[in-house]
């Protein structure tokens, strides 16, 4: 019997469509979540979201991160909730009201709320206005986000142990910034290995270069989905 595919979002992060699509088949085997993201759906449309899923069972992350006023949101998370993803994403930082216009919305899908992009360190939230350091304001926005209606929290691996002390056991905590050991970390500032990550607590993995950029994208994650297996016994 093949193994359960692993608690990885293969960020589909590709030039085209068929690129996008042709990586999705190589990873479906071994990951739950292929994720389509901003630019991506823009240049294609929703044509792209049935283009990945192809005839799989996998599920659609769409990471759009959503952040206007709630009405705005909510037509925007209307729209895209007859594609059926799984998750979709909106800026915690946009507040109660969006969060919850999003979640009533789209009744079907898990809203995931974002807190501080992983990009960001404590001196670009100072930059901003945004009060770190980013402990601290991703606990603050996770809170927000959750008693809003938001089932999932999208934060680093460096927060995922003091988020779940703060939103319990049934939100799904989303981590970007994770890395298989020996890759580069690129424009990622607060960055994990999947082992890493998972121990602290995650329940889904954002990889994508790691495993997109290699020669064989399915050999990569089927790779990290075993690494999983053998260390941690994560994958139910």
């Given at each position: 019997?093949?193994?359960?595919?692993?608690?990885?979002?293969?960020?589909?992060?590709?030039?085209?469509?068929?690129?996008?699509?042709?990586?999705?088949?190589?990873?479906?085997?071994?990951?739950?979540?292929?994720?389509?993201?901003?630019?991506?759906?823009?240049?294609?449309?929703?044509?792209?979201?049935?283009?990945?899923?192809?005839?799989?069972?996998?599920?659609?992350?769409?990471?759009?991160?959503?952040?206007?006023?709630?009405?705005?949101?909510?037509?925007?998370?209307?729209?895209?909730?007859?594609?059926?993803?799984?998750?979709?994403?909106?800026?915690?930082?946009?507040?109660?009201?969006?969060?919850?216009?999003?979640?009533?919305?789209?009744p079907d899908?898990?809203?995931?709320?974002?807190?501080?992009?992983?990009?960001?360190?404590?001196?670009?939230?100072?930059?901003?206005?945004?009060?770190?350091?980013?402990?601290?304001?991703?606990?603050?926005?996770?809170?927000?986000?959750?008693?809003?209606?938001?089932?999932?929290?999208?934060?680093?691996?460096?927060?995922?142990?003091?988020?779940?002390?703060?939103?319990?056991?049934?939100?799904?905590?989303?981590?970007?910034?994770?890395?298989?050991?020996?890759?580069?970390?690129?424009?990622?500032?607060?960055?994990?290995?999947?082992?890493?990550?998972?121990?602290?607590?995650?329940?889904?993995?954002?990889?994508?270069?790691?495993?997109t950029g290699?020669?064989?994208?399915?050999?990569?994650?089927?790779?990290?989905?075993?690494?999983?297996?053998?260390?941690?016994?994560?994958?139910?």
């Amino acid at each position: 019997m093949a193994p359960n595919p692993a608690p990885i979002a293969v960020a589909l992060d590709a030039p085209d469509i068929e690129t996008a699509a042709r990586w999705a088949s190589l990873v479906t085997p071994h990951v739950s979540t292929v994720k389509v993201g901003l630019e991506l759906y823009l240049r294609y449309g929703p044509d792209v979201v049935a283009s990945v899923r192809g005839a799989s069972r996998v599920q659609v992350f769409l990471d759009l991160k959503l952040h206007d006023i709630p009405a705005t949101v909510a037509g925007a998370a209307r729209a895209v909730a007859r594609l059926r993803p799984a998750y979709l994403t909106v800026h915690a930082a946009g507040g109660a009201s969006m969060i919850r216009a999003a979640a009533e919305a789209a009744p079907d899908t898990t809203i995931a709320a974002v807190t501080v992009l992983t990009s960001l360190a404590d001196a670009d939230l100072d930059a901003v206005g945004l009060g770190g350091p980013a402990l601290d304001a991703t606990r603050r926005l996770a809170l927000l986000a959750v008693a809003a209606g938001a089932r999932a929290v999208v934060c680093s691996p460096h927060e995922v142990s003091a988020v779940r002390s703060e939103v319990g056991p049934d939100i799904t905590l989303i981590t970007p910034g994770v890395r298989p050991a020996g890759s580069s970390a690129e424009d990622q500032a607060r960055i994990a290995t999947p082992e890493e990550a998972v121990a602290a607590g995650a329940d889904l993995l954002v990889i994508g270069r790691p495993i997109t950029g290699a020669a064989d994208p399915g050999a990569a994650a089927a790779a990290v989905a075993a690494a999983l297996r053998r260390t941690a016994g994560v994958v139910r």
